[in-house]
């Protein structure tokens, strides 16, 4: 099948998600979505569960796409996952959207738990080694700590609540990621 139909099928699908949730996730929500005449969807994700898995992966490589330099140091390590949470905030808010609304579906449909779990674990991965090779005192416990605050972070930074943004600090993603690392690590 074509592989750029696909992706602009897998993107619309990611954009229903974000606007309409997994309820509004149909095949003519996606064909309409992607510009393309009714029953394209279908033909390429015959199921709903075939369009939900399409969404997942798609969504996993949009944002292994994301470009993650290695941190060397403590403040390179404050860029980077600053650069991160703008980019949850800014381009990357359907995303995001999109996928915490994959990720609450999970909760009741196991299959679908498959493919995110393997996601996370990575993401705590690669968030644990970019804290190593910041050179902080890294432990599992204190890698998991920062990881979870940003995965946390993520409703907050992509719903319209100003308020809820000011009181957890994510008005100022630079005060936000340099008090956490404190927190975690002690103050630089």
Known sequence: MNLERRHRLGDAAIDVLA???CRGLTHRAVDAAAGVPLGTTKNYFPTRDALLLA?????IE??????RPTPTDRVGLTALLRTLLEH????????????LELQREATRT?????????FAANDFAYFEQ?????GLPTTPQRAATVTLSLHAALPHLVSDAPATQAAAGLDDLDGFVKGLLDTVYGAA
């Open 130 to 134: 970019a804290q190593m090779s910041a």
């Open 62 to 67: 949009l944002y292994r796409a994301i470009p």
């Open 19 to 21: 606007l309409s949730g």
């Open 55 to 59: 969404s997942t992966e798609r969504i």
């Open 110 to 118: 196991a299959w679908l738990a498959a493919p995110l779990d393997v």
């Open 88 to 99: 949850a905030r800014g381009p990357g808010r359907s995303r995001v959207r999109a996928l």
